[in-house]
T-cell receptor, first 114, second 113 residues
Framework: EAGVAQSPRYKIIEKRQSVAFWCNPI?????LYWYQQILGQGPKLLIQ????????DSQLPKDRFSAERLKGVDSTLKIQPAKLEDSAVYLC????????????FGPGTRLTVT | KNQVEQSPQSLIILEGKNCTLQ??????????LRWYKQDTGRGPVSLTI?????NTKSNGRYTATLDADTKQSSLHITASQLSDSASYIC????????????FGTGTRLQVFP
């Protein structure tokens, strides 16, 4: 079974620019998560989707971050405008939802804001 | 406050040696505890998942233990290999909301020949 796909793998932008990340979850997985992982720390949940609805976005900085999962499959996460402190790895994960505890992570996108 | 703490922060061992990583948590109500391995530049991969009633679980050379009374877990790696070099993250999920994961900051393990 194919894993969680993310692109791009690396991105370097200047502060105040905008950037978008894409995630394609494992086929059939209803739940999709975006995490931010700052170097040396564990991942922090930004937003959780159940199909195309938002379940939890309490830690998403909504003044600059947005995410969508329009058709309940793939998802995009956008940052506009970026700040230096947004430099991190952005991980996408998916799970089958109520039938499984397991979250499967993608390889991540490493963002550097200069 | 729901927290997961891991020790040591980093560890260096020689190939073939054993090691044990520690995890203490204050998450309540507890549902399950997971250990993930994260290679540099990759996403975390699950090694073990243990529920309240399980006190040990193995995955090859990895053995996790759980003491739900003291809220402690350990991950023991036997006969380490160079490919074991990675970060190991302890993660606890909440009862009634198993999607909500509380991550530790990880232990960075380096295995040298």
């Amino acid at each position: 079974e194919a894993g969680v796909a993310q692109s791009p793998r690396y991105k370097i932008i200047e502060k105040r620019q905008s950037v978008a990340f894409w995630c394609n979850p494992i086929s059939g997985h209803a739940t999709l998560y975006w995490y931010q992982q700052i170097l040396g720390q564990g991942p922090k949940l930004l937003i959780q989707f159940q199909n195309n609805g938002v379940v939890d976005d309490s830690q998403l900085p909504k003044d600059r971050f947005s995410a969508e999962r329009l058709k309940g499959v793939d998802s995009t996460l956008k940052i506009q405008p970026a700040k230096l402190e947004d430099s991190a790895v952005y991980l996408c994960a998916s799970s089958a939802g109520r039938t499984s505890y397991e979250q499967y992570f993608g390889p991540g996108t490493r963002l550097t804001v200069t | 406050k729901n927290q997961v703490e891991q020790s040591p922060q980093s560890l260096i061992i020689l190939e073939g040696k054993n090691c044990t990583l520690q995890c203490n948590y204050t998450v309540s109500p507890f549902s399950n505890l997971r250990w993930y391995k994260q290679d540099t530049g990759r996403g975390p991969v699950s090694l073990t998942i243990m529920t309240f009633s399980e006190n040990t679980k193995s995955n090859g050379r990895y053995t996790a233990t759980l003491d739900a009374d003291t809220k402690q877990s350990s991950l023991h790696i036997t006969a380490s290999q160079l490919s074991d070099s990675a970060s190991y993250i302890c993660v606890v999920s909440l009862l009634y909301n198993t999607d909500k994961l509380i991550f530790g900051t990880g232990t960075r393990l380096q295995v040298f020949p």
